[in-house]
């Protein structure tokens, strides 16, 4: 069992950044690829970003490319978003996950092939 604990997100205006991050107990997230979603009304849920459990490997929306990056620190345990130049069509709560099994490359932006998420950060950004 995984557990993601996030941090992070808030209320910034338009061309603001901000860093939300993804910290796991329980278990190491070294073995999971892992992605950042987020969830807007009338929207639905949308893959964002999402790396390979080395790290190797990144994927974003095309929206995001460019102004977000996705990082990660096994030693640490955490996963990072770093968003950039934020626009008010990024507001949502964002949610991180654990990639559960194999096929990531293929698979990544499938919310349900994840298996383990985090609570959700709310990122709200004004004009």
């Known amino acids: 069992q995984v557990h993601l604990v996030q941090s992070g997100g808030g209320l910034v205006q338009a061309g603001a950044s901000l860093r939300l991050s993804c910290s796991a107990s329980?278990?190491?997230?070294?073995?999971?690829?892992m992605g950042w979603f987020r969830e807007a009304p009338e929207k639905g849920r949308e893959f964002v970003a999402g790396?390979?459990?080395?790290?190797?490997?990144?994927r974003y929306r095309e929206a995001a490319k460019g102004r977000f990056v996705i990082s990660r620190d096994n030693d640490e345990n955490i996963v990072f978003l770093h968003m950039n130049n934020l626009k008010p069509e990024d507001t949502a709560v964002y949610l991180c996950?654990?990639?559960?099994?194999?096929?990531?490359?293929?698979?990544?932006?499938?919310?349900?092939?994840?298996?383990?998420w985090g609570q959700g950060s709310q990122v709200t950004v004004s004009v």
């Open positions: 996950a654990a990639y559960g099994g194999d096929g990531w490359s293929d698979d990544y932006s499938r919310g349900s092939a994840y298996a383990y």
């Open positions: 329980g278990r190491s997230l070294y073995h999971y690829a």
């Open positions: 790396i390979s459990w080395s790290g190797g490997r990144t």
